[in-house]
T-cell receptor, first 111, second 116 residues
Framework: EDQVTQSPEALRLQEGESSSLNCSYTVSGLRGLFWYRQDPGKGPEFLFTLYSAGEEKEKERLKATLTKKESFLHITAPKPEDSATYLCAVTGGTSYGKLTFGQGTILTVHP | NAGVTQTPKFRVLKTGQSMTLLCAQDMNHEYMYWYRQDPGMGLRLIHYSVGEGTTAKGEVPDGYNVSRLKKQNFLLGLESAAPSQTSVYFC???????????????FGQGTRLTVV
């Protein structure tokens, strides 16, 4: 069964203080690892897709990386508007099309 | 471009009542999903579909039924609502691309359901 574990559950940063969020996964035959951002009262918003170990994607202050067992979302010099819940999800080869999420990391950036 | 639209946005049900949540997508996507989100528990998959006429169980399917009679629509039914089904429900869809590389899913804005 596909499993996704995110850490930490919550992270509080000062504006400009860089850090990383972790997503550990167990899946048979990774078909995609996805990062989403969710603001309160809204649906998740897609950020990145990673398919193979060593792959990296960047968007503004965010950079996602992937190894065979985990993914990191690096946040460089965060701003208060980066405050949100960040979700990680995977699809694997044993359950065709099934998309499994982790519990998320609540990020708060203080000015 | 509407994307993924959920109907209704809010609903209050009495225990034992039934209702159907409608999800519609206009992106010609093959895959569709229903999730529930509860505080501290993330997004949990209820049911999903990899094409018109197909459905499959997710992590928490009990008490729910689904149908995908048309490619663009995915319906979630509660036959006899219980207070434990109070939650925020999200629908999502993705193109699927191919068996080896799944594409990202796009989400609706959610339905907030309260069962009293």
């Amino acid at each position: 069964e596909d499993q996704v574990t995110q850490s930490p559950e919550a992270l509080r940063l000062q504006e400009g203080e860089s850090s990383s969020l972790n997503c550990s996964y167990t899946v048979s035959g990774l078909r995609g690892l996805f990062w989403y951002r969710q603001d309160p009262g809204k649906g998740p918003e897609f950020l990145f897709t990673l398919y193979s170990a060593g792959e990296e994607k960047e968007k503004e202050r965010l950079k996602a990386t992937l190894t065979k067992k985990e993914s990191f979302l690096h946040i460089t010099a965060p701003k208060p508007e980066d405050s949100a819940t960040y979700l990680c999800a995977v699809t694997g080869g044993t359950s065709y099309g099934k998309l499994t999420f982790g519990q998320g990391t609540i990020l708060t950036v203080h000015p | 471009n509407a994307g993924v639209t959920q109907t209704p946005k809010f609903r209050v049900l009495k225990t034992g009542q039934s209702m159907t949540l409608l999800c519609a997508q206009d992106m010609n996507h093959e895959y569709m999903y229903w999730y529930r989100q509860d505080p501290g528990m993330g997004l949990r998959l209820i049911h999903y579909s990899v094409g018109e006429g197909t459905t499959a169980k997710g992590e928490v399917p009990d008490g729910y039924n689904v149908s995908r009679l048309k490619k663009q629509n995915f319906l979630l039914g509660l036959e006899s609502a219980a207070p434990s089904q109070t939650s925020v429900y999200f629908c999502a869809s993705s193109s699927g691309r191919n068996y080896l590389m799944n594409t990202e899913a796009f989400f609706g804005q959610g339905t907030r359901l309260t069962v009293v």
